[in-house]
T-cell receptor
Framework: GAVVSQHPSWVICKSGTSVKIECRSLDFQATTMFWYRQFPKQSLMLMATSNEGSKATYEQGVEKDKFLINHASLTLSTLTVTSAHPEDSSFYIC??????????FGPGTRLTVL | GNSVTQMEGPVTLSEEAFLTINCTYTATGYPSLFWYVQYPGEGLQLLLKATKADDKGSNKGFEATYRKETTSFHLEKGSVQVSDSAVYFCALSSNNNDMRFGAGTRLTVKP
């Protein structure tokens, strides 16, 4: 089956620093990748949708300048949390899709901002 | 817009009990329906799916039938195990649209 990896699986950083999270589709080409955020004991909230080679589409309320998304190739998307603050601490999950409707999810990245 | 309403948990069952987690949806067109499972500290794993009305998805003893007349996709398992303890998410996706998730139902199975 389709495999999606995320790196790192967890990261701890100081407030004010930037953190980059990578999402890779390992055995298929993903024309579309999605980034989700999950708070403890809650469901996934879609942050943005990115298509290879074009700008990401952000959901309402998600700051595009804070959560930078790059989808430079068909197998790699990155999410950079800029100037991270403690309230950005969360579980970030990416998913990848080659054709609708099914998405394949990565294992998630736990970000803790001190 | 599309949305999913899922039975709220938590649900606690004894081993070998019967499980039902209700899921209903609102959607335009003909969505595909999914159940995902999330184990502690991990991402989502696809449990089963159904892409058209009356389809039954099944995997690892879990089943769900796509009921268009009741707009439902309830998850069932005849005999749960301790290893089934996890959070279960119902989700739908319509063609090129993104996926919409239910709130999740936490299941705990006690020996």
């Amino acid at each position: 089956g389709a495999v999606v990896s995320q790196h790192p699986s967890w990261v701890i950083c100081k407030s004010g620093t930037s953190v980059k999270i990578e999402c890779r589709s390992l055995d298929f080409q993903a024309t579309t990748m999605f980034w989700y955020r999950q708070f403890p004991k809650q469901s996934l909230m879609l942050m943005a949708t990115s298509n290879e080679g074009s700008k990401a589409t952000y959901e309402q309320g998600v700051e595009k300048d804070k959560f930078l998304i790059n989808h430079a190739s068909l197998t790699l998307s990155t999410l950079t949390v800029t100037s991270a603050h403690p309230e950005d601490s969360s579980f970030y999950i990416c998913s990848a899709r080659d054709r609708p409707p099914e998405q394949f999810f990565g294992p998630g990245t736990r970000l803790t901002v001190l | 817009g599309n949305s999913v309403t899922q039975m709220e948990g938590p649900v606690t069952l004894s081993e070998e009990a019967f499980l039902t987690i209700n899921c209903t949806y609102t959607a335009t067109g003909y969505p595909s329906l999914f159940w995902y499972v999330q184990y502690p500290g991990e991402g989502l794993q696809l449990l089963l799916k159904a892409t058209k009305a009356d389809d039954k998805g099944s995997n690892k003893g879990f089943e769900a039938t796509y009921r268009k007349e009741t707009t439902s996709f309830h998850l069932e398992k005849g005999s749960v195990q301790v290893s089934d303890s996890a959070v279960y998410f119902c989700a739908l996706s319509s063609n090129n649209n993104d996926m919409r998730f239910g709130a999740g139902t936490r299941l705990t199975v006690k020996p």
